[in-house]
Every structure is written in C-alpha cells, then in structure tokens.
C-alpha cells in the first residue's frame, strides 16, 4: 500500500501570518553602515535618520511614513479634480546595525531584536559595493555572509523565544488538565504546535518558509508569538551608481541564489543609495526627471515603497469625488464593512451597501454613468471582500 499522502490545509497562505491591521511598518535591517539611514531619507524624502561612516550610527528607531506614486490615483484626481488629495503610503522604521552576536546581546543586541519585534514585514538592505572611504562591521563585503549573519542571530532569537514559551507552557499543564477535557486538549495541540515550531527553527528554517506544516490553528499561534522569522521580507541591494546605472555587479547573481534557495518569492531591489540621495537633493521633481533622464536610468524608490506595502498584505480602495480623493489602505482580507470602518468608525457599526466600481473597469469606461450603462456598476454586501483598487461609495444607515 503507498503511503498515505500529508494532508495539508489549502486555507493556510502567507497572507495569514501577521497582524490583521491597516496600521502596519516595515523595518529596515541590516549589518552597521549598509546605507540603511540613507535609503529611510530617500524613502521618506527627507534627511530626518542620521547617517554616519560609524557603526551604530542609528541607535533609537526612526519612523516615517513613504508616499506611493500610484497611476490609479493620478487617474482618479485627473478625472474628479478634487479641492483635497490624500495618497497611500507605508510606515517604514530605521532600525540599528545588527551584527554577529545579537541574539545574545552583541552590538546592541535584545533592544535591537525588539525593534525588529515590532514591525510587521523587514527590508534587508544588503551593501553590494565596494569603498574603502566607507567602513564595514566585518571589514570586507560580502553581502551574502551578511545576510546569512542576520537571518542565523533572528532563528536563534526565535528559537531562545520558543523555548522560553514551552517550559512556561509546561507549567500550566496540571491546571490545564484539571479544567476539562476540551480545556486540556487545546493545551496539547499548542504544545505539539510549539514542538513543530522549534523543529523548523532547530533545522534552519524560518517560520514563513514553512507553510506547507502549518495548519490554521497553528498560525493563530504563531501570530500570538510574533516570531522574528514569521514576517515577510525582501531585499533591498545597494549598489555604486557606475553599476545601478549599467545594471551589473558581481555581488547579484549569488544573492539571487541565496535568496532563491533561503526566501523563495521574496523581492529584490537593486538600487543606488548615494544616487537617490543625490536625486533627492535636487530643488524639483522636474530637475530630478532631466536627471534621470540624463543617466538613463530610474529612481528605485517607488518601486520599494510599491514592493514594502504590498509585501505585508496592505492593499487600497479608493473614493473619490470634487471634493476628496483619498486612497484608503486595508489589510488584505478586509469585508465591506470593515473598509468603511476605517472612514468612520460608525460607517462599520451602520453599514447597509456598498456601491463598487473595479478601478480597470472605471478607466476603460470613463464615468459612473457609463459604467452603470455596462453594468459594471456592482452593489455589494457586508460579505464582500474588498479588492485592490476598488472605487466604492458607501451608503451608511442612521
């Protein structure tokens, strides 16, 4: 007889591990003096995080918010010509320079895992050029030994975090078996969830690379530990302008691989730190443009802040009219009510309808009118999940 094949939950996708917010940040991590600071002023378009050619430059977190540059809203103000306009953005956080150690409490090791702790999806920033003016934790570049550094010290965090959580677990049993049989059951399927847990770990692997062995019960445990590991990531390549520009660098194709074989379907972005700093120094978004075109090239910037929103799972609807457009951000999985709640709070608790325009589906046919013509003009209910672009007009009851 072949062996019975695993069974494995089809509900169980990434998109469930984490926070089911609207208010979600991203944390820059990365070895001391990456470019970390410098990409938060490029993102954010300000020169708010200090930078230095010192380790450690960074000590307390920064925190801002990057506006995105969305061809949808453009569309959406063009057509309505509103008095006020109110973008996306995704809440990015600088943090400190880990180094090898942290875990147990080199560099500025736990305060620094905490801030990590803290965010909801991470940006690697990998430093993939060479500079004998700027300095380096380890002396040489090799972006590849330091991103396995960082992931090794967040494992290792995780697991001292899992196996402090299993020995108080341990202390509840007699309490827990004391109660009920169903009481006692649920205590067993979190204390074989924590065994699972610490095996993957233990094997090198990180928690969000892991799906496949996790079943919805246990991702409502492991959202309840908020493990290092469980948070989406992508990789943020800082390269020198000579190679961002011609597109080439010695250091991608073995960070392609290692991200291939250890974070697969993770982004990555090459960029050129020094470079945007440069654009952003620029007195306006024309001299910028002539810049770039100069260059022949583009800003990675909006491409990072586009990757960063949609990396946690954020997604926007819109409304839109004379008098406001406004792009709303939304956990990905939101209800029509849920939606509303983020206008008012009494728009969830009152929620009657709502009147859905696709975004595609407005752009090709111009009007409300037009569309209620096509009937594409679609009235919706309080089980409907909104959509990435959805246009919606919401009717709220008194």
């Known amino acids: 007889m072949p ?39 490029s993102l954010s378009k300000s020169h708010h995080s200090k930078t230095a050619n010192v380790p450690f430059c960074t000590i307390d977190p920064s925190e801002t918010r990057a506006f995105m540059e969305d061809p949808r809203f453009d569309w959406l103000v ?78 290792i965090k995780d697991i001292s975090i899992m196996k402090s959580k299993k020995e108080m677990h341990k202390k509840t049993e007699t309490a827990a078996k004391s109660k009920s049989p169903n009481h006692y059951k649920k205590w067993q ?60 660098n010695k250091f991608l194709k073995p960070i392609f691989d290692w991200v291939n074989a250890n974070a697969p379907g993770s982004a990555m972005i090459p960029y050129c730190g020094s470079y945007e700093e440069e654009m952003q120094d620029l007195e306006s978004d024309a001299a910028r443009a002539a810049q770039l075109k100069e260059d022949e090239t583009t800003s990675a910037m909006n491409k990072m802040i586009t990757t960063a929103f949609h990396m946690v799972h954020l997604i926007n609807f819109f409304t839109s009219g004379p008098d406001e457009v406004r792009a709303w951000t939304i956990r990905k999985g939101y209800k029509a009510p849920q939606a509303a709640g983020c206008i008012h709070t009494d728009f969830e608790k009152k929620f ?17 009118a037009e569309m209620k013509a096509a009937g594409k003009y ?19 009851g008194k």
């Open 3 to 41: 062996p019975k094949k695993k069974e494995v939950d089809v509900n169980v996708g990434p998109w469930m591990l984490g926070r089911f917010s609207k208010a979600l940040k991203v944390g820059m991590v990365g070895m001391p003096n990456v470019g970390k600071s410098t990409l938060y002023n």
């Open 189 to 248: 399927e979190e204390d074989a969830c924590m065994d699972k847990i610490l095996e993957c770990l233990e094997a090198d692997k990180d928690v969000k690379n892991n799906m496949e062995n996790w079943t919805t019960g246990d991702i409502e445990w492991l959202n309840d530990y908020g493990l290092l590991t469980s948070k989406p990531c992508m990789f943020a390549i800082n390269m020198n302008k000579k190679d961002y520009v011609r597109k080439k």
């Open 78 to 155: 063009a057509k309505d010509k509103p008095k006020n306009e109110v973008r996306a953005y995704v809440t990015v956080v600088d943090i400190a320079g880990l180094v090898s150690g942290a875990s147990k409490g080199e560099g500025l090791g736990n305060a620094f895992l905490s801030h990590i702790q803290a965010v909801d999806g991470i940006v690697h920033v990998l430093r993939a050029f060479e500079d004998d003016d700027v300095i380096h934790a380890e002396d040489t570049v090799d972006p590849v030994r330091d991103i396995t550094t960082i992931c090794s010290e967040l494992r």
């Open 352 to 368: 009657v309808m709502a009147d859905v325009m696709a975004f595609d589906a407005l752009k090709e046919h111009g009007t409300e």
């Open 378 to 396: 679609r009235q919706e209910g309080k089980g409907y999940e909104v959509q990435d672009g959805d246009v919606i007009f919401y009717k709220i």
